[in-house]
């Protein structure tokens, strides 16, 4: 992760295995985490440890759900998945750049569902928002 723009690669945040959480470039600014142009500057990158393939922890989940939740508050981002490059919610690396850059790889994104459920429940949780469905009310 490298916050130089010449180099066109960095990360807003990385997720270790234990769920720990760092911040290498402010929300308020572009990272260089998907295409390089564009769209790195309406998306905030979230970068895990792990190898292609490989699941998230339960630890690295919540902590993407914890981040979710705070990008609500703060951005109002909603507590979906994306379903393409233009739309908001949860998204990833693929979506923006095809079979070319098969990151997070499949593991992951089977895991992408249970995220955004995990951060809408830990809002509700949180606040007790009436307008939350009950299969968000009963994820735990």
Not at 1 to 8: D, M, T, W
Not at 82 to 105: E, I, K, T, V, W
Not at 108 to 123: D, F, H, K, N, S
């Amino acid at each position: 992760i490298n916050g130089k723009p010449e180099a066109k690669k960095s990360a807003h945040f990385c997720i270790n295995k234990q769920g720990d959480m760092w911040q290498f470039v402010d929300t308020g600014n572009r990272a260089w985490a998907l295409d390089g142009g564009t769209h790195d500057s309406h998306w905030i990158s979230v970068e895990y440890v792990a190898k292609m393939n490989e699941r998230l922890t339960d630890d690295q989940a919540t902590g993407c759900a914890i981040l979710l939740y705070w990008m609500h508050q703060t951005y109002n981002t909603p507590f979906r998945r994306a379903q393409h490059r233009d739309d908001q919610g949860l998204n990833y690396h693929f979506m923006f750049s095809g079979p070319s850059h098969p990151c997070p790889g499949i593991p992951v994104r089977l895991q992408l569902e249970r995220i955004v459920r995990e951060a809408w429940y830990l809002y509700w949780r949180d606040t007790g928002d009436e307008n939350t469905p009950l299969y968000i009310q009963n994820f735990r």
